[in-house]
């Protein structure tokens, strides 16, 4: 089969590697048919996370079930499956709690191994506890199934921000990053009934999608001033702080923004962060957050998307197939797309 590999940072190749095979009884065996390109995939393209010559790419997925082991109950051969960014069995005490990130037998896509998603096919450890069936009557939905496709990664996580920063009816939301999780977090606190959702974001075009997700406020200066802008229009703080980002100015930002006594959800993968803690201290603020647990999140939010109510395609800026994603590589590190659909 042919998969996208990583050789050096900004050289992402098509290669023919060998097909996924079964080899434990809970495996199955997934023919992908939709997949995507993160952002915190840029970090390893760019050169920021270290990455080996050699390994797989791609941890967002959708597809249908070739073959499965003798122990698979929950999905069987011709089901249409969504998988979660993390593999996880669903049996141990984490995955009971509803955090799958942290299970003791789980783990990634892509990187080390032969399990990257950007492929076309994948082998899926514990397939019980992973993978999510498709109602049949969305299987075949070209649109549904391309609003599904972002329950996988950024819409879940999108959510997460909002889950681990307290969104509620009424409240007043800041969301840091107008990439595609801070777009979807924006999506994902107006579904929870915030009533001001402040983002600071810099891009026209994603600001525009912002507004079109529910935005109230557009704050687009950097530095000190966005941060007194902030303030100024929360008369000293929102309740509710989303970091969408991961790196040490963005993080810095929250805790400037968050309301005393207030929460701050962060799902930015940090990278170089040394954060300070004055300020959440002197705030009495809260700071949670971390991988979302999206295999805990997609059957509820699968719901909404499967009645209409929740639609996160406009963050999908640029389609393109398996031949085209060190192109879809490129054209996000350089910001010309927000994100990149992969069609098989």
Known sequence: MRAAVFHAPQDIRISTVPDPRLIEPTDAIVRITHACICGSDLWFYRGIQKFQPGWRTGH??????????????????????????????????????????????GGGWGGAGDMGGQAEAIRTPYADGTLVAVPESASNDPKLLAALLPLTDVLSTGHHAAVRARVQPGSTVAVIGDGAVGLCGVLAAKRLGAERIIILGHQPA?????????????????????????????????????????TEDSLDAATQ????????????????VKLGLRNIFSKNAWLSGGPAPVRAYIPELMTDVLAGKLDATPVFDLRTNLDGVPDGYAAMDSRQAIKAMIQF
């Open 60 to 105: 967002e997925w959708m597809g249908i079930v070739e073959d499965v082991g003798a122990e698979v109950r929950t999905v069987k051969k011709g089901d249409r499956v969504i998988a979660p960014f993390a593999y996880s069995d669903g049996t141990c005490e984490y995955c009971q709690a509803g955090l799958q990130t942290a299970c003791v037998h």
């Open 206 to 246: 994603r600001l525009a999608i912002a507004k079109q997700f529910g935005a109230t406020d557009i704050v687009a200066e950097r530095g000190a001033e966005a941060i007194a802008h902030v303030n100024d229009l929360t008369n000293g703080g929102a309740a509710s702080v989303m970091e969408c980002v991961g």
């Open 257 to 272: 923004i968050v309301r005393p006594g207030a929460f701050i959800g962060f799902v930015g993968v940090p990278h170089g």
